[in-house]
């Protein structure tokens, strides 16, 4: 389902709590959302007013990602760059890393699966966006 984007502070800077297999409509409506917004790359669950730590990306061939429990465990190549967000009215100054290497959950069969991953370039940028979000950092 397609849901109206939260720009309330109080909601975007709150933590989230960890996501589980249950939450899995939630990735659906941020899919959903996501893929209804022109040029939107990526959303996290708090942008669509539910607090639980996931996001959600499009590769380079628009197929959509869902991460459960997004978290950065190592960044290479930091960098300092303006970046806008959807749930923001002004852009932001940013430290941002080159490559990234996240562990993350996936959704397998109804159950959650714990992954590693190492993200570059744009897609890592997004990544780290989303895990911003998660941990309640207004970008």
Request: hydrophobic content about 35%.
């Amino acid at each position: 389902m397609i849901k109206e984007l939260v720009k309330d502070e109080a909601v975007l800077s709150k933590k989230c709590t960890r996501a589980t297999a249950e939450d899995e409509k939630i990735a659906r409506d941020l899919i959903d959302t996501m893929k209804s917004i022109e040029d939107c790359a990526c959303l996290a669950a708090n942008q669509i007013g539910e607090t639980v730590a996931m996001g959600a990306y499009l590769d380079d061939n628009e197929d959509a990602h869902v991460l459960y429990n997004p978290r950065i465990m190592m960044g290479l190549g930091a960098q300092k760059l303006t970046e806008g967000c959807l749930t923001r009215e002004e852009p932001s100054k940013v430290t941002r890393y080159a490559k990234v290497k996240v562990s993350f959950d996936e959704l397998v069969d109804g159950e959650l699966k714990p992954r590693k991953r190492d993200f570059m370039g744009w897609t890592g940028q997004m990544i780290q966006h989303i895990c911003d979000h998660c941990q309640g950092k207004l970008v």
